[in-house]
């Protein structure tokens, strides 16, 4: 067992030491920190720590994803670990949709919000270094005006099936009543196929006002009119917070950009 041992031992000092003299840190896994020898600094450990920070909402106000974690945050995105945690949010959702007991009225909704919740922008981003470059509102409505966002997977997937369960939906977007056609054909386009509203934003209704007090507002609204928010999912913290947020709410991940 001592011979075992000792010879276990000096195959892990071997690897290690090869590692270092080669200059090689294995990757253990895509978004996990990569481990050097004997303690040495953990490339990419800060900003995983940072995007932890961005999606609990302790790090608020932020304009532009930093400049050392871009890499980080393009590999997160594009990569599998994106599509798992968005995977486990409508999974969640899910479960929740199924153990609840519906009036069959048709005033059950589910809220959902448009970009980086229902459509993906990361082709965009990808050539905007994943919002390490300030944001250009030009360029930004000119992609959307291409009308070619694809779906997030995980989210067509969860819509379906609350579509089964007899839930109506309801897309609530920031994105302006101008850009209304060109929205839901993207929408249809992808597989969103049907929803009760479309909820978009009138600039002069809104001018200089938060996206929270917008989209409480127009929460406010959808209840005076009698429905139910039954569920709520958003990737940004604006979408979740303020007032009539639904019964239960659900964040997806973004660590591109934060509005307030």
Sequence with gaps: MALLLLWFLANILTISEGTCEAGIIKQIHLLRPRSGAGGDSIPGLSCLSW?????????????TVPEECEEYVGHYMLR???????????????????????????KDIWIFYIDETT????PYYAQHGF???????????????????????????????????????????????????TTASNLKNVGYHTWDKLILKEPSKYSGK??????????????KKGYR?????????????????????FKLPDPMYYIS
């Design 80 to 106: 599998k670990q994106y599509r798992k945690d968005s995977r486990a949010v409508a999974k969640e959702a899910f479960l929740y949709a199924q153990s609840l007991k519906l009036a069959g009225d048709d």
């Design 210 to 223: 938060t996206a929270v007090f917008y989209k409480s507002n127009e929460r406010k609204m959808l209840e």
């Design 229 to 249: 928010i039954i569920g709520n999912i958003g990737d940004q913290w604006s979408d979740l917070l303020g007032t009539n947020t639904g019964n239960r709410t």
């Design 119 to 122: 459509l993906s922008n990361s």
């Design 51 to 63: 995007r932890l920070a961005v999606e609990t909402n302790n790090i608020i106000g932020w304009k």
């Design 131 to 181: 919002r390490a470059e300030p944001y250009n509102a030009t360029l930004f409505d000119e992609w959307v005006m291409e009308g070619a966002a694809p779906a997030l997977p995980e989210s067509l997937l969860l819509y379906n099936k609350l579509l089964s369960l007899g839930i109506k939906v309801v897309f609530l977007t920031g994105r302006q009543e101008s850009q209304r056609n």
